[in-house]
């Protein structure tokens, strides 16, 4: 019989949130770097669609497809059972125009978990995602909802720029954020938005808010492990170079876990008002 934990699930991540312990994620896209991360302790692995920019080399999310989203997850979830560690939820993106519809959302999410080894969907998008987020909700399938900077919309938002400064689109995204919380979403993540409007949106909800660029009042944080491990060229500002600071590759990880643990990150240089 096994020795393990009892790996993190949607139930471990609401009662973080009721004990106000802060929950932890990072992006991880292939087996190595999902083992070190999972022996690390994260309570997250997030297969995200930003691979397509990390990986594979495009300008944006846009060109990942599907298949590509489940090739990495499996390696991600291979990476995660090779070790005895706690095992962390895992988390998959639906890449860009695979939830156009209820029926694709449910097809695109089902191969997700069923060949991908997702436990957690993640799509972008407010209050017009409803539906789809009930339908998956009513299927069994966690969701995790994703506002602010939704990299899927980067053309329509003309370019990777901090969301929800104006008084309207703050308001727009509260409400946003409280009918997918009503429509089943099990957590959010915010991106790149005011540290305070992140913080009364966290209020708000009963559910997990988890941000990423949105200051240190979420009840967790995610990275973009590529940024946490100092190899991107040019990382947002909303990030830290843990490997710059920390030297190797798993202390970098566990370092940004304790961090975020202890309140330590992010720091208001990390931050947007
Ligand atoms: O794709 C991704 O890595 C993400 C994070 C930026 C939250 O969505």
């Not at 695979?98 to 097809?107: D, F, I, K, W």
């Not at 919309?153 to 929800?164: E, T």
């Not at 009840?219 to 600071?245: C, H, K, M, N």
Request: proline share 5%.
């Amino acid at each position: 019989m096994s020795n393990r934990q009892r790996p993190v699930s949607v139930t471990t991540l609401a009662a973080m949130k009721r004990r106000g312990e802060r929950i932890t994620c990072l992006t991880a896209y292939d087996a190595s770097l999902a083992r070190v991360m999972t022996e690390a302790g994260v309570d997250m692995i997030l297969v995200g669609d930003s691979l397509g920019m990390v990986v594979q080399g495009h300008d944006t999310t846009l060109p990942v497809t599907l298949d590509e989203m489940i090739y990495h997850s499996r390696c991600v979830a291979r990476g995660m059972a090779q070790t005895q560690a706690r095992q962390p939820l895992l988390l998959v993106d639906l890449p860009f125009m695979s939830y156009a519809s209820v029926e694709q959302a449910l097809h695109s999410a089902a191969r997700l978990m069923k060949e991908g080894g997702a436990q957690m969907v993640k799509l972008e998008g407010g209050a017009a995602q409803v539906a789809v987020v009930q339908a998956l909700t009513v299927q069994g399938i966690p969701v995790c909802a994703h506002l602010g900077l939704t990299p899927q919309s980067v053309h329509k938002l003309g370019g990777y720029k901090v969301q929800g400064r104006e008084a309207s689109a703050a308001e727009a995204m509260l409400h946003d954020a409280l009918a997918l919380q009503q429509a089943g979403a099990d957590t959010l993540i915010l991106e790149c938005i005011p540290a305070t409007l992140a913080e009364l949106i966290s209020k708000e909800l009963h559910i997990p808010v988890i941000g990423i660029g949105a200051g240190a009042q979420c009840d967790g944080q995610v990275l973009v492990s590529t940024d946490v491990l100092g190899l991107s060229a040019q990382p947002p500002r909303f990030a830290l170079d843990y490997a710059q600071i920390h030297g190797a590759p798993a202390l970098a990880i566990r370092a940004f876990i304790a961090d975020v643990r202890a309140g330590a990150f992010p720091q208001p240089e990390q931050c947007f008002s």
